[in-house]
T-cell receptor, first 113, second 117 residues
């Protein structure tokens, strides 16, 4: 079965600084990969997804992620963080065999001014 | 209304109560999901209704009972819950893979925060 690991439970960055959130997956083939964001009191919203092709994908709100097959990783990045980016970020995978996602435990991002 | 709407947003119940959570989607999707979100744990998929098929997570206790009367509505019936069932319950919808539409994008409601005393 596939699994997702987000090794950082909590990250704090200063506004304007760059950000990288880590995600590693375990699956025999290349899964479909996703990043979701959850603001306080809200449901989850899709930031971006990777199915195939270009390994650098662009998402909403200025986020991007890079798929690295050799490292089984799909890290999320943003060049300059805004205070409104403070939220919890979830990496997820789908193996394409069913309409369901397997989520990581999430990384809580705190942004200091 | 648009999107995915969940009611109630907050629910406090005793262990002997019976209550229901409701989810409604106005996105024209044909798959709906219940997820459980507990602190420091991955989101746990509880149930999937896809084109009126039901997919269960066999680890979900029988005190949780889903109902999907049509593609726009989903319920989670709760009875004789335990304190460890306290969590945020998230409803989501998507296009169904069986209909050739699943692209991994789930649309979530804001959740129902359940507290079991």
């Amino acid at each position: 079965a596939q699994s997702v690991t987000q090794p950082d439970i909590h990250i704090t960055v200063s506004e304007g600084a760059s950000l990288e959130l880590r995600c590693n997956y375990s699956y025999g083939a290349t899964p479909y990969l996703f990043w979701y964001v959850q603001s306080p009191g809200q449901g989850l919203q899709l930031l971006l997804k990777y199915f195939s092709g270009d390994t650098l994908v662009q998402g909403i709100k200025g986020f991007e992620a890079e798929f690295k097959r050799s490292q089984s990783s799909f890290n999320l990045r943003k060049p300059s963080v805004h205070w409104s980016d403070a939220a919890e970020y979830f990496c997820a995978v789908n193996t394409g065999t069913a309409s369901k996602l397997t989520f990581g435990t999430g990384t809580r991002l705190q942004v200091t001014l | 209304e648009t999107g995915v709407t969940q009611t109630p947003r907050h629910l406090v119940m005793g262990m002997t109560n019976k209550k229901s959570l409701k989810c409604e989607q106005h996105l024209g999707h044909n798959a709906m999901y219940w997820y459980k979100q507990s602190a420091k744990k991955p989101l746990e998929l509880m149930f999937v209704y896809s084109l009126e098929e039901r997919v269960e997570n066999n680890s979900v206790p029988s005190r949780f009972s889903p109902e999907c009367p049509n593609s726009s509505h989903l319920f989670l019936h709760l009875h004789t819950l335990q304190p460890e069932d306290s969590a945020l319950y998230l409803c989501a919808s998507s296009s169904s893979r069986l209909a050739g539409g699943f692209a991994g994008e789930l649309f979530f409601g804001e959740g129902s925060r359940l507290t079991v005393l």
